[in-house]
């Protein structure tokens, strides 16, 4: 043992209890005590090494685990491809608007996550469509906690209409080894025909307007197991209730809801959401309704869930008729659409 290890070790004898401070054993008195617990210099040397590494690792964890609960991720979140997607900086910062996206994001997972693992459970596989998919942040984040981190398998599908976000999705998928990702260059609609006949979950986070119900269109059509809407902006069914108002002021007090501008506008938000709810009921789905974060965080906070049944819901079905009836909104009848009601009927 070299000069300096015997001095480090006296000083560390003598500052315990059995010494005064400051007292120096002998150089024999240390190398004996060295032999007597079969201490060699290597293993002296090694083991101080041992204890700083794991002193600095202790330190590097206490730091990722601050720096996880102030960014607000969750267990096993990468945080190199949130950085990726922007959602943080390469300083590992994040601002308030990013923050709020990742925490609506976060609690949509905590959703659709216990769907995924039930349809795993059941078949060994899961299958998910994204529909108006954007950046595909909702894709991504699933994609690394469910099946990279949790070791299922499985595939899951963005369908976006924008070309340079379906590229971009495409590059980061490569980048962090996501073989079970795939992006369509397509709109909603017009995926049907490039999609597998079997989906088990379709997802439509913010699809503006109409794509929330070509969504669930697609959906019925390809007889999925779960739905998860968190819908946007919609005015088709707004534009009706406006051209239809001076005619039925006359005759159906109920228009009150929606004569002034602002109404119509509010109302036919809310009145869509309604119909979906009854359009899916019909079709043999259960459907819940809440929200999906404090209003605080974005004015777009209704969160649908709905998942298969056993059997369609006729009272359902009459319902959304009668609705259709009395507010004028016959057009609407494609758009919420039940047929397959209609041919159990012939």
Not at 75 to 86: D, I, N, P, R
Not at 266 to 286: D, I, K, M, P, W
Request: some cysteine; glycine content about 6%; proline content about 2%.
């Amino acid at each position: 043992m070299d000069k300096a290890c015997l001095g480090r070790l006296s000083r560390r004898l003598c500052n315990s209890s059995e010494h005064k401070a400051g007292q120096l054993l002998s150089p024999f008195a240390i190398s004996w005590i060295a032999r007597s617990y079969r201490l060699s210099d290597n293993t002296f040397m090694s083991n101080r090494s041992i204890a700083v590494n794991k002193s600095a690792l202790n330190a590097t964890k206490k730091v990722a685990i601050n720096a996880a609960e102030q960014l607000g991720l969750r267990e096993g979140q990468s945080l190199e491809l949130l950085k990726a997607l922007h959602i943080i900086t390469r300083e590992g910062a994040i601002n308030q608007d990013s923050r709020r996206k990742l925490k609506q994001v976060n609690h949509l997972l905590q959703f659709i996550e216990p769907l995924l693992a039930k349809v795993q459970a059941a078949q060994g596989s899961v299958s998910l469509v994204d529909h108006g998919a954007g950046k595909s942040y909702l894709g991504f984040m699933l994609y690394d906690l469910f099946f990279k981190a949790g070791g299922n398998t499985g595939k899951v599908i963005g369908v976006e209409v924008r070309d340079e976000l379906v590229t971009r999705s495409k590059e980061l998928a490569a980048q962090f080894g996501f073989k079970g990702m795939k992006f369509l260059n397509l709109s909603v609609e017009a995926s049907q025909a490039a999609l597998p006949e079997k989906i088990d979950i379709v997802t439509a986070l913010h699809a503006c307007d109409t794509a929330t119900d070509d969504a669930i269109a697609f959906a019925i059509a390809r007889g999925a197991q779960h739905v998860v809407l968190v819908p946007c902006c919609q005015a088709e069914v707004a534009g009706v209730l406006r051209a239809g108002k001076a005619g039925a002021l006359q005759n159906n007090p109920l228009v009150e809801l929606w004569r002034r501008p602002l109404h119509t506008r509010e109302f036919g938000s809310q009145l869509t959401n309604v119909l979906r709810c009854l359009q899916l009921e019909a079709h043999g789905y259960e459907v819940t309704v809440t929200e999906l974060v404090g209003w605080e965080h974005s004015m777009k906070n209704e969160l649908i869930i709905a998942s298969k049944g056993k059997s369609h819901a006729k009272t359902s079905k009459q319902r959304l008729q009668a609705m259709l009836d009395q507010l004028g909104l016959n057009d609407m009848r494609t758009r919420f659409f039940t047929p397959l009601l209609e041919k159990e009927a012939t």
